[in-house]
């Protein structure tokens, strides 16, 4: 269970950074069955079975936002450099034309 956990928090994460909030719903689907797959293969209680659902699902939501927060992050991060980089060029410009 630990390992479904994980994986799904690692995986949620790409999706952040990679794709829009409309992707979650497949994927959540699919954890779904996964789990309930999961759960019919090792003859494990339906609340077992469930519980491994609902954590599967709440981890890959978690992940998704970490992943649009560092996505958001490294885009503002670019973003700064870019700026101070054209701010810097903008200033050696005035500088030579003196």
Same mark, same amino acid.
């Not at 995986?11 to 990679?18: E, I, N």
């Not at 293969?41 to 709440?58: D, E, F, N």
């Not at 992943?67 to 200033?91: D, F, K, P, Q, V």
């Given at each position: 269970?630990?390992?479904?956990v994980i ?11 990679? *794709?829009?909030?409309l992707i ?10 996964? #789990?309930? =797959? ?8 339906? %609340?077992?079975?469930?519980?491994? #659902?609902?954590?599967?699902? %709440?981890?890959?939501?978690?992940? *998704?936002?970490? =992943?649009? =927060?560092?996505?958001?992050?490294? #885009? ?20 030579? #034309?003196?």
């Amino acid at each position: 269970m630990l390992l479904n956990v994980i994986l799904s928090l690692l995986f949620g994460m790409v999706l952040g950074q990679r *794709y829009s909030v409309l992707i979650l719903a497949p994927v959540i689907l699919l954890a779904l069955v996964i #789990a309930i =797959g999961g759960g019919l293969a090792r003859t494990a209680p339906l %609340s077992v079975t469930i519980l491994m #659902a609902a954590a599967g699902i %709440s981890c890959l939501q978690v992940g *998704y936002v970490f =992943g649009l =927060g560092i996505r958001h992050l490294t #885009a503002a991060t670019r973003s700064s450099r870019m700026h101070e980089n054209s701010r810097a060029n903008s200033l050696q410009r005035r500088r030579t #034309a003196y």
